[in-house]
């Protein structure tokens, strides 16, 4: 198997569908497209692009499979740069490192999950995490489900479960009523979304939808029983199997980081040919902001394009660029989430799940460094991914570098990275 392309692609969804795709046109460049999870597609087209509704997930991949210069490495995980040009994956069964002359981040983002009364308990996920373990295959079929948080997802999210047979028992938004009316005006400016939303709606109808309202606690010994929710100076409990949360997404930028990209407002910067601060290194998709599939598949094709050296045919996608960025930003002022929800930690709510750390010792710490030192905090598998964020949220912690590995690592890849430095 190559282990040397001229344009790598980290991240099969569709930001990095789309950068090799087009990088690939012409068939002069070697492209490689290495991505973590059995099947390609990300978090939209989970579990294979060609099954996917969205023709243009389809039409995609057959594009790539039919490509006789393009590589699809599933189940691969890039670890590290071992050194400029070069990156460290492991996949099921070994290490090895790929070269690459142009590398293409596409890595997506993650759920911010924000901690409260018994959201550890089993039976709370995030609300992305469910809909993903639900498209895996696990079954929720007459389970009764709270939706909570913030954000278009949470409809997408609801439908799924829906569609798998759960029972909705509420869909409960933090955004505010005139926050909403304010976004769904702008919808205009993307009949596509506005059309994709009424569709959601009509799916959805009969669940109720609490705006203005949002989780205060969990109940349950062993498992989740209910849910309390906050609604207008009242409080609501509902009964449930399984309580789906999340409030937003957050660019995934651990690589990008450990490359030594420039990070700006929590997103990966870059120029207008979608290139990093780190020379040939560029950035797709919700890596460098949040903003749903059309603004990644549009910053694909730019990135691919500006990669492979054909940035006159990328100024064709500005202009759609410009339009899913306006659509980014709308969704951001909307759906941020609310002061109130910091005040939800009590002293003993549990902020590091891994290590087990709870509010009451991390609101003595000064910073995230020193709650690294004295509470272990960050230091478990997820490596701060997840309280990384919320203690951001929470204090106002910024992250520390990012170390390498940036993902738990197998003994024997680190033993391959020791022997390919002595060699
Ligand atoms: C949990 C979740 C569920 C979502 N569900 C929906 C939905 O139902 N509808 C909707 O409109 N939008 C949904 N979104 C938003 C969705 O992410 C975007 O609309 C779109 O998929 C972004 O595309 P992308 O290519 O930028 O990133 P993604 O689709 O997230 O693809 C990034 C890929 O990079 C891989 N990756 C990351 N780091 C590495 C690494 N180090 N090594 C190898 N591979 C790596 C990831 O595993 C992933 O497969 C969801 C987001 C999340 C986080």
Redesign the pocket.
């Known amino acids: 198997m190559k282990d040397s392309f001229d344009i790598l692609v ?7 569908l789309a950068a090799a795709h087009a990088a690939a046109q012409g068939g002069t460049q070697q492209v490689a497209i ?4 059995p099947l390609a ?5 989970r579990g294979a692009p060609a099954k996917q509704k969205d023709q243009r997930a389809r039409q995609l991949w057959h594009a790539l499979e039919d490509a006789g210069n393009v590589s699809i490495l599933q189940g ?3 670890l590290m740069q071992t050194q400029p040009g070069e990156l460290l994956v492991q996949d099921a069964r070994q290490a090895r490192t790929l070269r690459y002359k142009q590398l293409i981040l ?6 911010l999950l924000l901690p409260f009364p018994g959201w550890t308990l089993p039976g709370v996920t ?1 609300a ?2 469910l ?2 373990l639900a498209k895996g295959g696990y079954p929720v079929q007459g389970k009764r489900v709270v939706v909570a948080g913030t954000g278009p ?1 949470l409809l ?2 609801a439908a ?1 479960l829906k569609e798998r047979g759960a029972i909705v028992a509420a869909i409960v938004e933090q955004a505010a009523m005139p926050a909403l009316a304010r976004f769904a005006a702008g919808l205009a400016l993307t009949p596509s979304k506005a059309m994709q939303a009424v569709g959601l709606a009509a799916g959805l109808r009969g669940i109720p939808y609490y705006t203005n309202s949002y989780v205060t606690m969990a109940r349950g010994q062993a498992q989740l029983l209910s849910v309390q929710v906050q609604r207008a100076g009242d409080k609501l409990d509902i009964d449930c199997d399984y309580l789906a949360c999340g409030y937003g ?1 957050l660019p ?1 930028t ?2 990008a980081r450990a490359l030594g990209c420039e990070i700006e407002q929590g997103a990966v910067k870059t120029d207008p040919w979608q290139h990093t601060s780190v020379a040939n290194v560029l950035c ?4 460098t902001g949040v903003g ?2 059309d603004l ?1 598949l549009v910053e ?1 094709h730019i990135a691919g394009l500006a990669a492979s050296g054909h940035t006159n045919e990328a100024l064709a996608y500005f202009a759609a660029r410009d339009k899913w960025r306006g659509f980014a930003s709308r969704l951001a002022r909307a759906f941020a989430p609310r002061d109130a929800l910091r005040a939800l930690v009590q002293p003993d709510t549990i902020v590091c799940r891994c290590e087990d750390v709870c509010h009451d010792e991390l609101r003595q710490q000064p910073s995230w460094r020193s709650a690294k030192l004295h509470t272990r905090c960050g230091m478990g598998p997820c490596q701060g991914r997840i309280c990384g964020n919320a203690t951001d949220f929470l204090y106002g912690w910024r992250p520390d570098a990012v170390r390498t590995p ?2 738990p690592a197998r003994a024997g890849s680190i033993i391959t990275l020791e022997l390919h430095k002595e060699t």
């Open positions: 980290v991240g099969a969804g569709p930001a990095g290495v991505d973590d999870n597609g990300g978090q939209i087209w691969t995980r890039v596409a890595t997506g983002a993650r759920e995030g992305g995490g809909q993903a997802l997408a999210v799924t997404l995934n651990e690589l797709a998709g919700e890596g749903g599939v990644a694909g940036i993902s």
